[in-house]
């Protein structure tokens, strides 16, 4: 309970809460933060009255309603409307919205039959209501159901004229119609609530068959990036979209073969923004590696042959420590000497040439 609500009595608890339904049931954005704020106020205000009602002990299944007095007959009331505010409740799952609203509608009406406020015709759909093993609490045959409907609806009707009829006599201070106003608001809701439990068991009946909703965009891409950080933590860790390891390690085996054949399909792409573009897309293929990354691995293979160009004309500069090599070149500097020695210039084609 808040602050505010600390000093206030039942009656003034139940008029703030009242108050507040009011301030929703006028209103139709539901999306708004107003509206939220109100239901939730609501919600807490019809709570806190249910506590008082028990540390007084109001009620009870011992006593009849004539030993209940007439300013307290109202209160009879709170379950029903906190069970209705709830349904108003747009912050939660909808699933536990209506479980807590059918909770609440059924201690209300459980209290309703303490009471015998309940006719034979609405005990028995109670019942059903209680058991919930049926998700039609009317009859299900459409001729049988529209009659009973509409026969409801006329009591209703006639209830709901009842008390417009006695409210306009609440100026006489009079003890009689004012429980008899309390009275005839107590079976509209009885008659409400059964209506509303329908209409809540066959929504729950369908959220229970629905297939599990997706995750939103972002909740997926949350996902991908919480699966990338745990890679972070293992041994090997890189990078790179797929790591050098598919050339040697498990998991299909090498990508190329070693004449660099293609041994499985794969994707080259020409950047690494484009690949980190390609990920989070719709029906997008993994990017196996880019092309700079695919040039550096076949050069490491050894698949890639250097020189020519500018780079074949560079003599290189000796390595005048290798003294070992300097003698295997000078030997091949004097063996192509004395080739050229004995076989002078043109001396092979001096057959070929002549008439």
Not at 55 to 67: A, I, K, R, T
Not at 107 to 119: A, E, G, H, N, S
């Amino acid at each position: 309970m808040s602050d505010q609500e600390q000093g206030l009595s039942l009656k003034e608890l139940f008029e703030k809460a009242d108050r507040l339904r009011n301030a929703v049931d006028d209103s139709y954005d539901w999306r708004s933060e107003e509206y939220q704020n109100n239901v939730r106020q609501a919600i807490d205000c019809y709570n806190n009255c249910k506590k008082m009602i028990a540390n007084l002990g109001l009620f009870s299944p011992n006593e009849s309603l004539d030993e209940v007095s007439s300013s307290e007959l109202k209160f009879l009331l709170t379950d029903f409307y906190l069970a209705q505010v709830s349904l108003k409740d747009h912050t939660g799952s909808r699933e536990s919205v209506l479980k807590r609203s059918r909770l609440a509608f059924n201690q209300f009406l459980k209290t309703c039959d303490d009471y015998d406020l309940l006719d034979g015709k609405t005990k028995a759909l109670f019942d059903k209501v209680v058991e919930g093993s049926s998700v039609a609490i009317f009859p299900s045959d459409p001729t049988t159901r529209r009659e009973v409907k509409i026969a409801r609806f006329k009591e209703e009707k006639q209830l709901k004229a009842q008390i417009e009829a006695l409210s306009k006599q609440m100026h006489v201070v009079d003890e009689d119609i004012v429980r008899e106003i309390y009275t005839t608001q107590i079976k509209l809701a009885i008659h409400q609530a059964i209506q509303e439990q329908e209409g809540i068991l066959q929504e729950l009946d369908l959220l229970s068959k629905a297939p599990p909703e997706l995750p939103s965009y972002e909740t997926a891409k949350k996902q991908a990036d919480d699966a990338r950080e745990r890679e972070k933590s293992k041994d090997g860790y890189s990078e790179k979209l797929d790591s050098p390891r598919i050339f040697t390690g498990p998991g299909g085996g090498p990508l190329l073969s070693k004449e660099g054949k293609p041994l499985r399909p794969f994707t080259l792409l020409d950047s690494r923004s484009r690949m980190k573009d390609e990920v989070f897309r719709p029906g997008h293929n993994l990017p196996t590696m880019t092309i700079d990354e695919y040039l550096e691995e076949e050069q490491r293979r050894g698949n890639i042959i250097e020189g020519g160009g500018e780079a074949s004309g560079r003599i290189p500069t000796p390595d005048e420590d290798n003294y070992e090599k300097a003698d295997a070149e000078t030997y091949k500097a004097r063996e192509w000497d004395e080739f050229t020695e004995a076989n002078a210039r043109g001396s092979g084609n001096m057959g070929f040439n002549r008439g």
